[in-house]
């Protein structure tokens, strides 16, 4: 496993068929959630990158941060998993920015964790959806699970059912604005042992 904490050195056209695939999802996410919650739910993709597997905690700022995870199996052609990562403070004000007023208090947990789970499901499932039709890959995702955290023990969580996986993973930054209200999420793609090859050669990009 690499142990690094730096992304994998790609080029511009390997860059930007990464971004590609994470802003079609973004763009057909967000037009679903803001049906689903009756206000404008702006996404966009700052940037997407590969990155070592042990460095996927530092995204959140060390394995011993708070985080919150929606994760879901993916299986299909493949298969994988894919985590939509979000600081614990920030799933907390999207959870709440994404509830109807009047649902619930802010207080109710349960609510707030369907909200999340709901969120996770539907961007993670358009970034897929993209992804397959740029790639002609089949990606068919499990019903998401949701765990509060902190990040070392999320990650953990997520490789515990995996038999062997890539060195690297698939990181799309997810920036998130309701109401004048920006939350930054990561939404990582861990492909299992050799899916990873065939996704990047699939989008005419593969490794050197």
Known sequence: MVSGGTSKDLSPKQMDALREAGNIGAGNASIALSQMVGKKVG?????????????????????????????????????????????????????????????SDDDDMAVRRSALEETGSILSGAYLNSLGELTGLFFKPSVPGFAMDMAGAIL?????????????????????????KLIHGHLVLFPDLGALGAILERLGVPFE
């Open 43 to 103: 996404l966009s993709v700052p940037r997407a990158s590969l990155l070592p597997l042990a460095s996927v905690t530092g995204l959140a700022g060390g394995p011993e941060v708070p985080v919150a995870g929606i994760y879901m199996r993916i299986k299909g052609d493949c298969p994988g998993s894919i985590l939509l990562l979000l600081e614990r403070e920030g799933a907390l004000s999207l959870a709440d920015l994404m509830i109807t007023p009047g649902m």
């Open 156 to 180: 953990e969580h997520v490789l515990v059912d995996v038999a062997e996986f890539e060195d690297y993973v698939l990181v799309v930054e997810t920036d998130f604005k309701i109401s004048g």
